[in-house]
């Protein structure tokens, strides 16, 4: 395939790791760096003063929060408040090789915040500047056209607004030979036409963008400070929002955000309101669990909810935590009988049918072969294996820690023949299933419980069925033959067997035997559904905000991030919401500057 290339000649991420890589111990870098790289203005929660004003108040320094400061700052005082660290000096976060290990890391500190939703399904949330583009596959994609004109957004400001976000942080990827062969098989498959590289979200077959650079090196949100105003926006790490400042004057309509209040690691709470003026605003970026959850702990939500946990009812709005979704994935794996490099998401196949078919391949699926503690790292499925909670073997209500030790215990036994080969998935469009999030307890930093209700949609079931289906059809296509056993199933547990293994023992799942039969692959979709962490939803438009994303019913407060979404855009969203953050940045300042209010 052609040669990588990067959309942007920018190299960030090696001068933010010596810059700011300290600042993960607490310790500031020289007055020279900060002089000449303009990132004096992160810091440590710890070193924030116990009372500030700013003319904005973000909270969430994800894949909206990021962009959207950092346009803000251009004419105003801007407080970025993030409750992670940085993503910098971490190679669970910025080497391609280790993507999963991430997911894998549970302690306290790990940029992902592990919960399992009342379905079963092990999932993961963003704990670090940048969100979630600190933990994906780096799959870029626009929205649709269509997915554009239902959100009432201004196309030609959409598109400056990518483009915008693409200068910094996209690349076309270098396309290796199990991924050329997924490609060819999906249109030998029937998903066509051929669309050749494009970052357009098109039906038919097309490599896609990466935020992943040609050495394996992880761009992310995080970069966009590196376009703020450094004398303007002020980021503060390690900062946990407890709750919004709600007033309501006399005779006023509405309740007015004033301000939040915030916590350091120390338990020290720390207020920050907002400056005089009709304009200055708190802005929620926190994502689907984070803003859903923070206006429930500020009194916005269901009024039984609220009385429930003992919080003072500002407005009683239902539609808080309601419509969430989550993507169901499932997957396949494929033995290779050749040795496969490592690869994530490049390819996709955007069906007619509403589904997305995709695929990750690896040599041992990034873990390296040498050096300390290889011989035991050396065994592993990546994003699919059971140290991220990803265990499809077993149906959603089963996948116990004890299940996932077991599984991880047997994987690590197991040839290592067995991980040669790659996952191809699918992901359902939408999806139609939705489910609601509730409040566990007022701890801002505890997951709230989330329900996603995968398949209860009949149609969602039917579009799973039908992805499979297509994924049987590229296995067994001509051009993926190089990368499957002869014979297919039978073959391929003959060879396992030969090395001492069974297909039975694998914690991955292999291709369905006839999945030609729609009933047992119902069946196999319900009982190996997975996330693919594009869960979304919680403060829809026209619900919870309005078509600028005010909050309805009070007044200084809106919500720019995935939550506002009511279905998933493009085959990965994280493009659409770095796109958004800029697009409401810029909207929001136009509003302020037409409307002549003071900004400094």
């Not at 503690?373 to 149906?395: D, E, H, K, N, Y």
């Not at 699918?426 to 801002?444: A, F, M, Q």
């Not at 006839?514 to 692959?521: E, K």
């Amino acid at each position: 395939m052609a040669h990588g290339h990067r959309v942007n000649t920018v190299s960030l991420a090696l001068v933010l790791a010596t810059v700011l890589g300290s600042l993960c111990l607490g310790i500031t870098a020289s007055p020279e760096a900060q002089k000449r790289y303009n990132f004096r203005f992160v810091r440590h929660a710890r070193d924030a003063p116990l009372v500030s004003h700013y003319n904005y108040i973000v909270v969430g320094g994800g894949t909206a929060g990021c962009p959207l400061a950092a346009t803000l700052s251009e004419h105003s005082r801007v407080l970025l408040l993030e409750r992670g660290g940085l993503p910098y000096g971490n190679r669970n976060v910025s080497s391609e090789y280790h993507f999963a290990d991430a997911l894998a890391d549970t302690s306290p500190r790990s940029p992902a915040q592990r919960f399992v939703s009342e379905d079963g399904v092990v999932n993961a949330r963003a704990r670090v500047l940048g969100g979630g583009s600190c933990l994906n596959a780096g799959f870029y994609t626009r929205a649709s056209d269509g997915y554009v004109r239902a959100a009432g957004w201004d196309p030609r400001l959409v598109n400056a607004s990518y483009r915008w976000v693409e200068r910094e942080l996209v690349f076309r990827p270098d396309v290796p030979h199990w991924q050329c062969a997924l490609r060819e098989g999906l249109l030998q498959a029937g998903v066509t036409p051929d669309n050749g590289y494009t970052l357009e979200h098109v039906s038919g077959t097309k490599i896609g963008g990466t935020i992943f650079d040609r050495t394996g090196r992880r761009h992310t949100a995080a970069d966009f400070v590196r376009r703020a105003h450094p004398r303007r926006l002020t980021v503060f790490l390690h900062a946990t929002v407890s709750r919004i400042l709600f007033r309501r004057s006399e005779g006023a309509a509405k309740p007015v955000a004033y301000g939040v209040v915030f916590t350091d690691p120390a338990g020290v709470r720390h207020r920050v309101y907002l400056r005089s003026g009709a304009k200055s605003e708190v802005i929620l970026t926190a994502g689907t669990l984070g803003s859903p959850q923070l206006l429930m702990l500020s009194g916005v939500g269901p009024r039984g909810q609220l009385e429930k946990h003992g919080i003072l009812p500002v407005m009683d709005q239902p539609m808080v935590g309601q419509g969430v979704a989550d993507n169901p994935m499932n997957s396949v794996f494929v033995p290779s009988p050749v040795p496969v490099a490592l690869s994530l998401v490049q390819i996709v196949g955007v069906t007619r049918f509403g589904t997305f078919i995709e695929g990750v391949s690896g040599s041992q699926f990034g873990i390296p072969l040498h050096g300390r503690g290889a011989a035991r790292r050396a065994r592993s499925f990546g994003m699919f294996s059971p140290m991220t909670g990803q265990l499809g073997t077993v149906p959603p209500m089963e996948r116990t820690p004890e299940a996932m030790r077991r599984a991880a215990e047997a994987m690590r036994r197991l040839d290592k023949r067995a991980f040669r080969g790659g996952f191809i998935l699918e992901k359902i469009l939408g999806p139609l299933s939705t489910g609601h999030i509730e409040l566990r307890s007022t701890d801002p930093d505890a997951n709230p419980a989330v329900t996603f209700n995968y398949f209860r949609d009949p149609r969602d079931l039917e579009r799973c069925v039908r992805g499979i289906q297509t994924i049987e059809r590229v296995v067994r296509s001509r051009a993926f033959a190089r990368f499957t056993y002869a014979n297919g199933s039978a073959m391929e547990a003959a060879v396992l067997s030969r090395a001492g293994l069974s297909a039975a023992n694998l914690p991955v799942n292999l291709l369905p035997r006839g999945a030609s039969d729609t009933r047992p692959l119902q069946q196999y979709c319900r009982e190996t559904v997975m996330t693919i962490w594009h869960y979304h939803g919680g403060g829809h438009v026209g619900a919870v905000v309005d078509q600028d994303y005010r909050a309805l019913g009070v007044r200084g407060l809106r919500v720019i991030d995935s939550s506002t979404f009511k279905y998933s855009p493009g085959t990965n969203p994280q493009a659409t919401v770095m796109m958004l953050g800029r697009y409401m940045g810029l909207k929001i300042q136009k509003e302020r500057w037409t409307r002549n209010d003071e900004t400094h």
